[in-house]
């Protein structure tokens, strides 16, 4: 079944690291698989944000995290199954997803596992979900996500909804990774659809 099959999370070095932490909480919760690959300052976000002290098992220290169903990957292993077209995944989600990370992909500029990830996504027609975090936008990123979209990729901003009811910072991050969610086609129950409400609809 497809539900079965992972979806690749990867992690760079723009702010937002809460973006990826309720991913990974909702993927966790889900019990789907999760592949996680940081760049190096994807790596130093998580520390610096999160307060994960990875050390030499970061694995053990985002299962006691996120659950038995996340498997870490180091960004300097080549040889990784996400690194093959042949290994199936339900697609992947860069959250938060830097310029340069950005760039690297969207040129075909392979410089470690988390670019060649997402590389087999696009080449495999596998959904990629693409959640940049930088403000203002040169010409240049635009151009970048540009070309990642018309590689067939899916481009969420960083971008909170504010109808749903927000009670914290967690509800406002919750409304992009239901976006991030429903890109990828799992089910959830983090952002009611948007409607008009009940008493507003029978004076229409």
């Known amino acids: 079944m497809r539900d079965s099959l992972p979806v690749v999370v990867g992690i760079t070095g723009a702010s937002g690291a809460l973006y990826a932490d309720r991913l990974l909480r909702h993927l966790g919760k889900a019990k789907i698989p999760s592949p996680v690959v ?13 307060g994960l002290e990875l050390g030499k098992s970061p694995q053990e220290t985002l299962r006691a995290r996120y659950g038995p169903h996340l498997t870490w ?21 860069i959250i938060p997803c830097s310029m340069g990370s950005l760039g690297h992909i969207a040129h075909g500029v392979t410089a470690n ?3 060649r990830a997402a590389d087999v996504t696009i080449k495999e027609g596998r959904p990629l979900v693409v959640v940049p975090r930088e403000t ?3 010409p240049i990123h635009l151009e970048n996500l540009l070309t990642l979209s018309r590689f ?3 481009i969420v901003d960083a971008n909170p909804t504010f109808y749903q009811g ?4 967690e509800d406002l991050v919750d409304s992009v990774v239901a976006r991030v969610l429903d890109a990828l086609g799992i089910v959830h129950s983090l952002l009611p659809p948007w409607g008009l409400p009940t008493e507003i609809s029978k004076d229409a």
Do not use: C, F
């Open 73 to 93: 990957q180091p960004s300097t292993d080549m040889s990784a199954g996400i690194a093959s077209g042949t290994h199936k995944t339900q697609g992947m989600v």
């Open 152 to 154: 067939g990729a899916t």
């Open 166 to 169: 927000v009670e914290s910072v």
């Open 113 to 115: 596992l988390l670019h």
């Open 136 to 138: 203002p936008l040169s």
């Open 38 to 50: 940081a760049s190096k300052w994807g790596r130093y976000l998580l520390n610096h944000e999160l």
